[in-house]
């Protein structure tokens, strides 16, 4: 069975450091890997995927994530932060080949950006 | 360009009492989701529909039933509602089944009391 693991529910950062939301993964196989984002009182938007190709995936927003396959992990980051990027964030994975509806989400990191 | 909307935003059910969701895209997708939303869960699929005419369970389709209506509109029903069935609702498209990205409502927030 595939899982994600999102390890911090929380994550605080001051605006203009960089953040890492931190997302760990197990599937069978190679994995199509996914970040998506929920403003308050929205349904989530797309942020960034990975397929396969470059391990460095550009997303919207300026957000970039890392694939690692050897520590099956798939970080988001971002090099300086700002406050209306204040959402909680969903790390997703599916095996490759797979199909929308075998995504399986994580459970969600709350990042607060700081004045 | 209004994507998937949702319909109602909140409800409030009491047990036992039954209840329709609506959503609606308007990209063209064949796909469509529903999925339910509980804190520190994730989200976890309720039932999709591949394509028009076309419907199936996900992980947690107990106490639900779809209707995929046409290519735009998908449904939710919920016969009998329990307390448990308490959660977000998001109803999600995409253009095909393969590794697409998802679209998503703007939820239905349902208290079953």
């Known amino acids: 069975a595939q899982s994600v693991a999102q390890p911090e529910d929380q994550v605080n950062v001051a605006e203009g450091n960089p953040l890492t939301v931190k997302c760990t993964y197990s599937v069978s196989g190679n994995p199509y890997l996914f970040w998506y984002v929920q403003y308050p009182n929205r349904g989530l938007q797309f942020l960034l995927k990975y397929i396969t190709g470059d391990n460095l995936v550009k997303g919207s927003y300026g957000f970039e994530a890392e694939f690692n396959k050897s520590q099956t992990s798939f970080h988001l980051k971002k090099p300086s932060a700002l406050v209306s990027d204040s959402a909680l964030y969903f790390c997703a994975v599916t095996k490759g080949g797979g199909s929308a509806r075998q995504l399986t989400f994580g459970s969600g990191t709350q990042l607060t950006v700081l004045p | 360009n209004a994507g998937v909307t949702q319909t109602p935003k909140f409800q409030v059910l009491k047990t036992g009492q039954s209840m329709t969701l609506q959503c609606a895209q308007d990209?063209?997708?064949?796909?469509m989701y529903w999925y339910r939303q509980d804190p520190g869960m994730g989200l976890r699929l309720i039932y999709y529909?591949?394509?028009?005419?076309?419907?199936d369970k996900g992980e947690v389709p107990n106490g639900y039933n779809v209707s995929r209506l046409n290519k735009r509109e998908f449904s939710l029903r919920l016969e009998s509602a329990a307390p448990s069935q308490t959660s977000v609702y998001f109803c999600a498209s995409s253009e095909t089944q393969a590794r697409e990205k998802l679209f998503f409502g703007s939820g239905t927030q349902l208290s079953v009391l």
């Open positions: 529909s591949a394509s028009e005419g076309t419907t």
């Open positions: 990209m063209n997708h064949n796909s």
